[in-house]
Nanobody, 112 residues
Framework: VQLVESGGALVQPGGSLRLSCATS????????MSWYRQAPGKERELVAE????????NYADSVKARFTISRDNAKNTVYLQMNSLKSEDTAVYYC??????WGQGTQVTVSS
């Protein structure tokens, strides 16, 4: 099982980023997928999750209406579109597949 995140960057407040998590080594459509994040000095927290075929999604209250999780089962990839970014969104963002599989993370820094 491999999860490889990409798309993290330094962005100004109010900006947008799209994270990608390319996966391999398992049947992607058999698993719900999630994005987590961990800010310096804080615990890792769930950001968003998506069901196996994308029909169901769930978001942390702090990102609702700003972030959108999606997936492309043909490309074995899950995405996180992040709009209206705030400084408090600064964190390392991780892709997660149950149970216990994490990507290496991608850094998102929101700063002017």
């Amino acid at each position: 099982v491999q999860l490889v995140e990409s798309g993290g960057a330094l962005v100004q407040p109010g900006g947008s980023l799209r994270l990608s998590c390319a996966t391999s080594g398992f049947t992607f459509s058999s698993y719900a997928m999630s994005w987590y994040r961990q800010a310096p000095g804080k615990e890792r927290e769930l950001v968003a999750e998506i069901s196996r075929f994308g029909g169901g999604t769930n978001y942390a209250d702090s990102v609702k209406a700003r972030f959108t999780i999606s997936r492309d089962n043909a490309k074995n990839t899950v995405y996180l579109q992040m709009n209206s970014l705030k400084s408090e969104d600064t964190a390392v963002y991780y892709c997660y597949r149950p149970v216990g599989y994490w990507g290496q993370g991608t850094q998102v820094t929101v700063s002017s």
